[in-house]
């Protein structure tokens, strides 16, 4: 609907009877003395002149015309439908078969309710507007009967319907789904969201199935040779109490470890940690299964395969000073509980007597200004370095040579921070146990100040003021072209050995901490000229196969000027080749996504005169993540819907969930009033007027001879 006014805007409203004066006067000296027409006539013409005089003289006045349109939007139905593989293979109890729309399937067999969802665009009629999706990682249109999705994101699914939806009026969310999620956060956050109720329909059966699984695997992709290594697995097993788990692990093929676990519950969980030999160099393939037993499942998720790089180098740490502290001997007594590393302390000034060359990693402690001078030629270097900071630091000049974190402070005050751990840390793995430990150790000594850092996904610990949680960085790790760096930025870390050792009888947590942040920093000390290897050593069904490569010349700088080509071969024998694309300086394949199995790998380049080939191995594996939970958790489609003000409903109550969106007040067409201001000479139809008026006029004065 559209409604017109006038309104005056900056000019006063007394215009309008001048105006109309205005025109009555012209009227009358055009048509006061008696003409050859009759007064009726005469009259009618003069009402005309004076409406166009009248007009005229508004258009110069100049008012505003406002028009009101009103736009009724009607209340958006958003129905999300799980498309996950859980549907199908654990279908609601009680819904029968029936048949399917078109494009075949067992909607209702799989106890989806999606026929029923289909028609609720019928039962609630036309007031509503309804959209149809379903999803499973992404979010598609419309409904669907395939149930093929290997992976289920709900948070991503509620994520982008309230971004295509925003600022629309959401009448209700319709989500239907047996709650279990193996990607992404937890829905509830993502549903708080929305500003509409939320009813979910709750699919799948609740009763667990007997199964047994391996949930997790824990564990450090490299080890050194002659090393042990321990793997985390995390066992589970469901409605099998009595049973006996037999988990088996194989190196290679050959069986390195078997175990017997009992279930004690019908919701069994354990961590089994297995303490393994690095007695081979190179890269070793592990195999870790759980033996299926009678009536299980499903024996998909039975088995799981690792990769683990043993290397065979011993490398020398280098740990510089400018004057002694309890922290010296706590680093150096971490480092060397790993046999594979050997650390050399000394002061800065008898620098004059060491080989840099001979180090594959420098710990520079507490450096003051003169000290970052005489270091001036190692920290150009591409040897590693790990700074740690403190009260004797000089800031600045700290600051001045590296870019990972930057620190601002006035005059030289200590605080007392804790430790932070940061979980999402993936550069290098520490166990569960070691996270619990450092979280509890006591405060280091930080300079006061403000922290800034560019290390967005290096940071392991961050500064814990008190109680505050803080984004200050207290030990973090990065790239600075091609060179790894670490830098800690307290002192202190006596307290954190002398703590572990009161209440552990040990010190495992400082020692792994500091074994694995040595292992990573030294890492890419390697010389070797032609490298070949996978983003990683086992990628998920219908992921993208990565694969790197580098090459370097005769100065070990990088170099992609030939072509770097790759055969990879799965057990059946099938052979897929490739060419590298050149990035940056280096190399990198996309496969893309290559079929379930075992690959070897053979790739080859010549650079000079000089022939170079790498081989390695890589898996392919089957996504059973939809397999990984067999009860549904109609808890959280409980809860869910009730912090919105909406309800669980089951998949027969489609008909009550039309009523319940009837009767729901919230859910209302909403009207939206648009109003518009123009000047009144923009409006064409008063043109028209005045020109049909004058038309009019001159047409009968010329047909009665007043012209």
Request: glycine fraction near 8%; hydrophobic fraction near 40%; include cysteine.
């Amino acid at each position: 609907m559209l409604l017109f006014s006038v309104t005056w805007g900056s000019v006063s409203g007394w215009w309008t009877p001048v105006c109309l004066l205005l025109g009555l006067l012209y009227a009358w000296l055009m048509y006061r003395q008696p003409v050859n027409l009759s007064n009726t006539f005469r009259y009618v013409l003069a009402g005309a002149r004076a409406l166009v005089v009248f007009l005229i003289a508004l258009l110069l006045v100049s008012p505003l015309v406002k028009s009101v349109s009103y736009k009724p939007e009607k209340p958006l139905i958003l129905i999300a439908q799980d498309n996950s593989e859980s549907i199908k293979l654990f279908p609601t109890p009680g819904i029968k078969k029936v048949s399917p729309p078109i494009g075949g399937g067992d909607l209702e067999g799989a106890g989806t309710g999606a026929n029923a969802l289909s028609k609720l665009k019928t039962l609630l009629g036309d007031g509503y507007e309804l959209h149809e999706f379903h999803f499973n990682h992404d979010l598609a249109d419309g409904l669907t009967n395939k149930f093929d999705g290997r992976q289920t994101d709900i948070s991503a699914a509620l994520h982008q319907l309230n971004d295509r939806f925003v600022n629309q009026n959401i009448g209700a969310v319709v989500l239907a789904t047996d709650g279990l999620y193996n990607q992404g956060a937890d829905p509830q956050y993502e549903a708080r969201n929305f500003k509409a109720n939320i009813y979910t329909i709750a699919l799948g059966d609740t009763i667990p199935k007997r199964d047994l699984l391996i949930g997790n695997i824990n564990y450090n992709k490299t080890a050194f040779l002659g090393n042990d290594f321990e793997i985390e697995v995390l066992a589970e097993a469901y409605q099998s109490k009595g049973e006996n788990m037999r988990l088996n692990v194989t190196e290679d093929g050959k069986p390195v470890h078997t175990e017997n676990i009992p279930v004690s519950s019908d919701a069994f969980k354990k961590v089994v940690t297995i303490k393994l030999n690095a007695d081979k160099k190179g890269i070793r393939k592990f195999n870790i299964s759980i033996s299926p037993i009678k009536n299980e499942l499903s024996v998909q998720n039975n088995e799981e395969t690792i990769y683990l790089e043993v290397l065979d180098i011993k490398q020398k740490i280098l740990l510089l000073y400018d004057g002694p502290h309890p922290d010296i001997s706590v680093i150096r007594q971490a480092i060397e509980s790993n046999k594979n590393y050997e650390v050399k302390t000394g002061l800065v000034t008898d620098l004059a007597t060491t080989k840099l060359s001979d180090y594959s990693l420098a710990i520079l402690y507490q450096l003051s200004g003169n000290s970052f001078g005489i270091l001036k030629d190692l920290i150009k270097s591409k040897t590693p370095l790990w700074y740690m900071a403190g009260a004797q630091t000089d800031l600045p000049g700290l600051n001045y040579q590296e870019k990972l974190i930057k620190i601002s402070a006035g005059q030289q005050e200590m605080q007392e921070v804790f430790a932070q751990p940061i979980t999402a840390f993936t550069l290098f793995n520490l166990t569960d146990s070691t996270w619990k430990k450092i979280s509890m150790f006591p405060p280091l000594l930080a300079p006061f100040g403000n922290y800034g850092t560019s290390a967005t996904n290096g940071v392991l610990l961050r500064q814990k003021i008190g109680s505050v949680q803080t984004t200050y960085p207290l030990l973090a790790f990065g790239d600075d072209n091609g060179k790894r760096i670490g830098i800690l930025t307290g002192e202190g870390l006596w307290r954190w050995q002398l703590s572990e050792f009161e209440s552990y009888g040990n010190h495992h947590a400082v020692e792994e901490l500091f074994s694995q942040a040595v292992q990573y920093l030294t890492a890419n000390a390697n010389s070797k000229r032609f490298r070949v290897y996978p983003a990683k050593n086992v990628f998920d069904e219908g992921e993208n196969v990565l694969i790197n490569a580098e090459l370097y010349n005769d100065a070990l700088e990088p170099v992609n000027t030939p072509d770097v080509k790759i055969e990879l071969k799965n057990t059946a024998g099938k052979s897929f080749n490739f060419l590298f694309t050149k990035n940056g300086p280096d190399y990198q394949l996309n496969a893309g996504a290559l079929p379930v199995g075992e690959y070897t790998y053979n790739a080859g380049t010549i650079l000079g005169n000089h022939a170079y080939t790498a081989t390695g191995q890589l898996t392919v594996k089957p996504l059973n993540l939809e397999l990984r939970q067999s009860a549904a958790n109609h808890q959280l489609l409980r809860t869910i819907a009730k912090e919105s003000g909406g309800e669980m409903l089951q998949p027969t109550e489609i008909n009550r969930l039309a009523d319940l969106i009837k009767k729901n007040e919230n859910i209302k067409t909403l009207v939206y009033e648009d109003k518009h201001y123009s000047d009144i000479i923009d409006v064409k139809w008063v043109f028209v007027l005045i020109l049909a008026l004058l038309s009019a006029e001159w047409f009968f004065r010329k047909r009665e001879g007043e012209i």
